[in-house]
């Protein structure tokens, strides 16, 4: 997966413009009732992680990878609210921009791809905390020999569920094994075919490359093995006739 970027602080009521790298979040943990967000962005050429609170990444989840925005996190009277401001004339199809009530394009296919990773995301991170408050049963949770207090529990089982979501979405992960159950060329070619454009959009340019290598790598696999069974079956002799 992609190395460890520095973490972005905003300034209060300082603008500061990014670039999305991608079009979701690639990681939400909980906290007691706070849920935060890890957002991939390049902030003057330089990678960079963004926490998202609830508010900001609802507001992230409007744009897309490659959009440009700036993003103020305007503090007033103690109070903190964050003003999401998008530079339209840099905008990817990913975001339709509304105007009156009404959208000025119909969504494209990106636009319906996009919101279908946001649905299996959401669906992914559901299974994740069943699966770790399902865990307490088979690994439950002790403070020295008392049974531990409820604030104990919700973090731990907070980590399980951050633990088993980046789990379920290693994507490159998943990816590669999914290359490497290919039986032929062209089971190998139709996993391509069919995986490719949902691969591109959830991972990284490096990853997605790797990928592909992964790929020309096992198409070479199965054309060497199918080379030696076909020489294997061609020094058989055959077999003396019985009559």
């Known amino acids: 997966m992609s190395e460890k970027r520095p973490k972005l602080t905003f300034d209060p009521n300082v603008p500061t ?27 003057d050429g330089e990678e960079m992680t963004v926490f998202a609170t609830e508010y900001l990444n609802g507001s992230l989840m409007k744009y897309g990878k490659g ?14 609210q964050w003003n999401v401001v998008p530079d339209e004339s840099a905008m990817t199809s990913r975001q339709e921009i509304q105007k ?21 995301y959401q669906i992914s991170r559901g299974q994740a905390w069943n ?17 531990a207090k409820w604030d104990m529990v919700l973090n731990v089982v907070a980590i399980r569920a951050a633990q088993a979501l980046a789990s379920m979405t290693d ?7 999914h290359l ?26 490096a990853e997605f490359e790797g990928i592909t290598a992964i790929a020309a790598d096992i198409k070479v696999t199965i054309i060497e093995e199918l080379a030696d069974d076909e020489e294997v079956d061609s020094s058989v002799s055959p077999p003396d006739e019985l009559f």
Not at 20 to 31: A, N, Q, V, Y
Request: aromatic share 12%.
């Open 100 to 120: 009156n009530g009404k959208m000025d394009e119909a969504p494209t296919q990106e636009y319906w791809e996009n919101k279908d990773d946001l649905r299996q």
């Open 180 to 205: 490497e159950m290919a039986e032929s060329e062209q089971h190998l070619e139709n996993i391509c075919s069919s995986m490719f454009g949902r691969w591109k959009r959830e991972l990284t340019e």
């Open 171 to 177: 994507y490159f992960f998943h990816a590669q094994i």
């Open 131 to 147: 699966f770790a408050m399902a865990s307490l049963e088979q690994c439950p949770i002790k403070d020295g020999t008392k049974k």
């Open 67 to 80: 959009d440009k925005l700036t993003i103020t996190k305007e503090v007033k009277d103690d109070k903190t």
């Open 17 to 43: 413009e990014i670039v999305l790298l991608d079009s979701k979040p690639f990681w939400s943990g909980e906290s007691y009732d706070k849920t935060s967000y890890g957002w991939g962005v390049k902030v």
